[in-house]
């Protein structure tokens, strides 16, 4: 049997000090997300701030919420 993982995007921010803030708004494609990058951009940002694009299968996020109890 055959499973398909759908990834979730997360736009995440990280500061110049090693702070990292992930948005709460999810996106369904990558393309979806770095269009928001594009977006974000387009504002002054402070000098050192980094944007990036993370899918769920990252080690950065916690997926634990997220995950439906099996049925029983």
Request: with cysteine; proline share 10%.
């Amino acid at each position: 049997m055959a499973t398909t993982a759908a990834l979730v995007w997360y736009l995440v921010i990280a500061g110049p000090q090693g702070g990292m803030v992930v948005l709460p708004s999810t996106f369904d494609k990558r393309e979806q997300c770095t269009a928001a990058i594009t977006e974000y951009q387009k504002q002054p940002t402070p000098a050192g701030w980094s944007v990036q694009c993370v899918p769920s299968a990252s080690p950065f996020t916690d997926e634990g919420d997220a995950e439906e109890p099996s049925a029983q």
